[in-house]
């Protein structure tokens, strides 16, 4: 049974969760015109005949966002189906002018496939996907440009899309979560998509149903258009919360499409399934069947990175992080990059090896520059300091020239100032001083200066050492190397 509980419950309830997930293609044309992909441009700007739906334009289709659906398909471990079909969706929008879609149905570009989940602690869990077809995307209805009209933008209209479908694997709002997560990450990897929920160019369309305990899968109702990770969670809890109320009253869930309201908390009824349309499929006569060979397969095979889940098990096995450090990492390609650009530079400066470094570099990056990024709120993208600028403050503190302490200082230097961590050592003449001569005569100095500490403590007050330290470091402004200061002192101290 599962593990996540829903709220109010009286019997033990599972929530099955499917998800639909629409990706826009990373292309420079649209899938069946010439006209820009591009997002953000002048309302009505990037549209072809084609788009605009013109009598007797015919659809052409785009090679390279077959490519994309083919390497997204592979970065899942799916069937890549070398036949695939495009259909019409037939139904009227206003922001829909050939008044029906272009989109895959009973054979779609990809088939079955699979995402393992990062669940933390150790755990994963493996969703498995039903397919991935490839559709054209609607224009935008403008409702609050005008106070009587609404105006139509056909800018996206003929985007590319992917709608990748999973199975209903998923039990908890937890996993919901994290499927969308990793896929984002995926697609961002690969760059078949660019994952940006906000800006609507990755959407969720969420299904849930709930089910005693042993029994078969209930009746589902679709969240649409669920633009973030946590709305995907939250729309998942209240949910389920309002079917497992509806079916302790004696009550029937209507299979339906609703909406999820984050600001009420609730969710509300858009249209039940006997209102749905009914979209009379029927393969798009102006298009052939699609067809490609294994080497266009393979081809696309060949343009992908290194994936994510291959990443963190190197990071692991061969580089010794620890698996939530690693999860971390490659949760994002530039946070992965930066990290994999600074270990080589680390190594580079300080002629150790990779795996002697890695961890150290894999602190440093999740904990100072982290944390630095988070309280400034900037992305990794956007790092004032650079990854060899932070190999060469690590190279600092390998061979001894600043103390950790010291390197704290210097980051926030380099942090805010954008300048390079040796520069800063010494504009400010922060090197540590190992010099065993000039300490020992900070010591005598310290020592001669406290003749009431130095009686207590050879009395037996031993804890007073810790005050001479302090006296000694505060002498050389931190610099003093604490390693060569604790071994001159206590022979001085104990006489
Ligand atoms: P439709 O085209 O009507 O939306 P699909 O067969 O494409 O139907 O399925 C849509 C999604 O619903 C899939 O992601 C699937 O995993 C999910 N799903 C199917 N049955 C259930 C269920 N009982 N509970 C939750 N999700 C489900
Ligand atoms: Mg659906």
Known sequence: ????????????????????????????????????????????HNVSL???????????????CIRQAVRTGLAIEAQINKYSVFDRKNYFYADLPQGYQISQFKYPIVGEGVVTLD???????????ERIHLEQDAGKSMHDQHPTKTFVDLNRCGVALMEIV????????????????KIRTILRYIGSCDGNMEQGSMRADVNVSVRRAGEPLGTRCELK??????????????????????????GVIDQETRLFDPVKGETRSMRSKEEAHDYRYFPCPDLLPVIFDDAFIEAARATLPELPDVKKARLVEELGISDYNASVLVAEKESANFFEAML?????????????????????????????????????A??????????????????????????????????N???????????????????????????DEVIAANPGQLEQYRAGKDKLIGFFVGQVMQKTGGKANPGVVNGLLKPKLDG
Do not use: C
Request: aromatic share 4%; charged share 25%.
């Open 50 to 64: 084609v788009d605009a739906a013109m009598p007797g334009m015919l659809p052409t289709i785009n090679a390279e």
């Open 166 to 181: 999973s199975k209903p694997d998923m039990t908890s709002p937890e996993e919901a979560g994290a499927y969308v997560t």
């Open 344 to 380: 080589a530079a680390t190594v580079k400066a300080t002629g150790k090896d990779a795996k002697v470094m890695a961890s150290k570099v894999a602190n440093w990056v999740l904990g100072d520059l982290f944390g630095a990024l988070n309280k400034a709120s900037k992305g990794i």
């Open 382 to 415: 956007d790092s004032p300091v650079s990854a060899e600028q932070g190999a060469e403050l690590l190279a600092l503190i390998d061979d001894g020239t600043i103390s950790g302490r010291i390197a704290k200082d210097v980051f926030e230097e380099m942090f």
């Open 225 to 250: 258009n669920i633009n973030s990770v946590r709305f995907v969670r939250q729309s998942v809890e209240v949910e389920a919360r309002r079917q497992v109320a509806i079916l302790e009253d004696g």
């Open 417 to 443: 100032r954008g300048k390079g961590a040796g520069a800063i050592v010494d504009e400010k003449g922060l090197k540590q001083v190992s010099d065993t001569g000039e300490i020992e005569r900070i010591i």
């Open 1 to 44: 049974m599962s593990t996540y509980i829903i709220q109010g419950a009286k019997d033990d309830y599972e929530v099955v969760i499917g998800l639909e997930i629409h990706a826009q293609v990373i292309s420079n044309s649209k899938l069946f015109s010439g006209a820009s992909a591009e997002f953000g441009a002048e309302p009505n």
């Open 119 to 129: 669940l933390g602690e150790g755990r994963s869990k493996a969703v498995g996907i």
